[in-house]
């Protein structure tokens, strides 16, 4: 099984980047949108699944973080507006969203297939999507959508704790650092960040649940959702997505 890593210049530049043309590509490409509340490890498995089924990994999140390290005068109009909001801590309103991913569309012909991750959000996102889909007459094979009961996710992230100097991520019980609160790469010192809070949390998990429970009924009805748990290790999630995906294509 080959790892790969696809060019995703045309998803982080927009409309003038191309990809590399010479790699790899699937004999059937896989066109997935992830689905999951922040901590599930939703990350994790879209890093898995692009390494080995090969979809183009499209996260919203990772265009506007690379937007970030690029000087004011490369960011386009979209782009510059979205950052004013997600410094702020808030969600990026959709018609900028939209236009970010529309500005993009030639990344959903990708002929890698595609795993949207960070977007839709909403269901006016959704409705978007399918409209760029239709227009270029693709079709979704699924969403996928790892559910983990509230408290799970909650001791999760809470128990999180991040390096202050190196950002290193740890975690008390599943990857403790070898010396309490001192980190295992620069010595730092491991703090709880405000976001991993339980109070912060469940605020984040309630706005998340609020907008994402519609996104599920609406793909439900669409006959796309592939509800998958988000119990287990990294593998054992994949070896469950890797096995929900081939039983679609059976
Ligand atoms: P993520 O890495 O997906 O958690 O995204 C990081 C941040 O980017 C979010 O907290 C939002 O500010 C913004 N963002 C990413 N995708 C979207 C989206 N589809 N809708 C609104 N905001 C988004």
């Not at 309103?93 to 795993?115: K, M």
């Not at 599920?216 to 070896?239: M, N, R, T």
Request: hydrophobic letters at 40%.
């Amino acid at each position: 099984m080959t790892t790969q890593k696809l060019d995703r210049a045309a998803w982080f530049k927009g409309t003038s980047a191309e990809c590399s043309s010479d790699l790899e590509l699937p004999e059937r490409p896989y066109r997935l949108v992830l689905l999951g509340a922040p901590g599930v490890g939703k990350g994790t498995q879209a890093e898995l699944i692009s390494l080995r089924l090969k979809p183009c990994h499209l996260s919203t999140g990772d265009v506007f973080r690379a937007a970030k390290a690029l000087p004011a005068s490369e960011r386009t109009p979209a782009i510059t507006q979205a950052l004013e909001f997600m410094q702020r801590g808030d969600l990026v309103p959709d018609d900028t969203v939209i236009n970010i991913v529309r500005e993009r569309r030639q990344c959903i012909t990708c002929p890698a297939g595609f795993l949207l991750d960070g977007f839709p959000r909403t269901v006016r996102q959704a409705e978007a999507l399918a409209d760029m889909l239709t227009q270029l007459k693709v079709k979704l094979d699924a969403v996928l959508s790892y559910d983990m009961p509230l408290e799970q996710v909650i001791a999760r992230l809470s128990g999180r704790r991040t390096c202050a100097a190196c950002k290193a991520v740890f975690h008390v019980t599943s990857r403790p650092p070898k010396v309490p609160d001192v980190c295992d790469n620069c010595g730092g010192k491991l703090i709880l960040r405000d976001d991993d809070r339980p109070e912060s949390i469940r605020v984040r998990m309630q706005a998340y649940q609020s907008s994402t429970a519609p996104l599920a009924d609406y793909y439900a009805k669409a006959g796309l959702l592939v509800s998958l748990s988000a119990e287990g290790s990294p593998e054992d999630i994949y070896q469950r997505t890797a096995a929900a995906l081939s039983a679609l294509r059976r």
